[in-house]
């Protein structure tokens, strides 16, 4: 297949006295750096993103359950959370990822409070030999 040739033609590029010029006016053609962020305002945005309030709520709930070892759990990945967004540098969070963050946090501890409360329900029954009624 014939690939159509790109014409360039009819744009002519600066001349160097015209390049120059810019050159002192504009100066160089680069983009600008970005100010270099310390390691506090990176941890700061850190704590705003949504996976790692979302593990804070749900470690907070499970600690304030009496459930230490799942609280313990949560908060680990907390730091994991915070160890990979630091080295990425993530975009920092808005109100209503804030809110759906809380949510999913909660979802989640209710998520895993119902399976342990059905585990606890249905062991019984089948150490017993029967099924559940």
Not at 16 to 30: I, K
Not at 38 to 52: K, N
Not at 56 to 61: N, P
Not at 92 to 112: E, N, T
Request: charged share 20%; aromatic share 8%; hydrophobic share 55%.
């Amino acid at each position: 297949m014939l690939r159509p040739s790109l014409d360039l033609g009819g744009f002519a590029g600066l001349g160097e006295d015209e390049a120059r010029v810019r050159f002192e006016q504009q100066g160089p053609n680069e983009i600008p750096a970005q100010r270099k962020r310390g390691l506090l305002a990176i941890v700061l945005e850190v704590a705003r993103e949504p996976m790692f309030i979302m593990l804070v709520v749900a470690g907070s709930v499970y600690l304030t359950l009496g459930e230490t070892s799942d609280a313990l759990m949560l908060i680990g990945f907390v730091f994991v959370v915070m160890a990979t967004t630091i080295i990425f540098h993530f975009a920092p969070i808005h109100g209503r990822d804030l809110v759906l963050s809380i949510v999913a946090g909660l979802a989640c501890v209710l998520w895993f409070d119902l399976l342990k409360l059905g585990k606890r329900w249905i062991a019984p029954h089948l150490a017993r030999g029967g099924a559940p009624r």
